[in-house]
């Protein structure tokens, strides 16, 4: 089966920085995304892996180890509009995306 | 206006009943999806389509429909509404280019009495 485990909240103050991790098992793996969901709001895309490494967008970085089945999420300088869900997910080439159930991040002044 | 819209945007119905969600997109891509989101655990894929030919089942399609009228057009239907189908729908579409980017719908909140 395919299974992803990411951390259900997690707590942080303005400016700090703070990782989210995403360990996974699946069959066929093609790449980890990120997305970022407010309120019941659309999930927005924030990142893709594909091969190891970091991957830098603006405030935004993603890592990814694939022999250790292993990614994260790294936000810096966080801002109180960073509160909201983030879900890692795994990409198969059958072209499918199979979600994690989120990490909920509070950013505290 | 927006790339991919999706009505309603709220519904409210009774068990039995038979109900339909539309998706409509203007982003041109021929991959679309259907996900259903509950409290707790994330989105869970109901059924996707990679062209207006092919639909596929995903991990929860069991009383669950849909039909592609066309590349721009995804519809969902329950055909007999059941209160464990209240849940917050979204669609999504994509390209094909391999960065697993999906683009999702405003989504609809859907409780069934």
């Known amino acids: 089966g395919q299974s992803l485990e990411q951390p259900s909240e997690v707590t942080a103050v303005e400016g700090a920085i703070v990782q989210i991790n995403c360990t996974y098992q699946?069959?066929?793996?093609?790449?980890l995304s990120w997305y970022q969901q407010h309120d019941g709001g659309a999930p927005t895309f924030l990142s893709y892996?594909?091969?190891?490494g970091l991957e830098e967008t603006g405030r935004f970085s993603s890592f990814l180890s694939r022999s250790d089945s292993y990614g994260y999420l790294l936000l810096q300088e966080l801002q109180m509009k960073d509160s909201a869900s983030y879900f890692c997910?795994?990409?198969?080439?059958?072209?499918?995306?199979?979600f994690g159930q989120g990490t909920e991040l509070s950013v505290k002044p | 206006d927006a790339d991919v819209t999706q009505t309603p945007r709220n519904r409210i119905t009774k068990t039995g009943k038979r109900i339909m969600l539309e998706c409509s997109q203007t982003?041109?891509?021929?991959?679309m999806y259907w996900y259903r989101q509950d409290p707790g655990l994330g989105l869970r894929l109901i059924y996707y389509?990679?062209?207006?030919?092919?639909?596929n089942k995903g991990e929860i399609s069991d009383g669950y429909s849909v039909s592609r009228q066309a590349q721009a057009k995804f519809s969902l239907s329950l055909e007999s509404a059941i209160p464990n189908q209240t849940a917050l729908y979204f669609c999504?579409?994509?390209?094909?280019?391999?960065?697993?980017?999906?683009?999702f719908g405003p989504g609809t909140r859907l409780t069934v009495l």
């Open positions: 892996n594909a091969l190891d």
């Open positions: 997910a795994v990409g198969n080439q059958g072209g499918k995306l199979i």
């Open positions: 999504a579409t994509s390209d094909t280019l391999g960065r697993d980017e999906q683009f």
């Open positions: 699946t069959s066929g793996f093609y790449g």
């Open positions: 982003k041109g891509h021929d991959r």
């Open positions: 389509s990679f062209d207006v030919k092919d639909i």
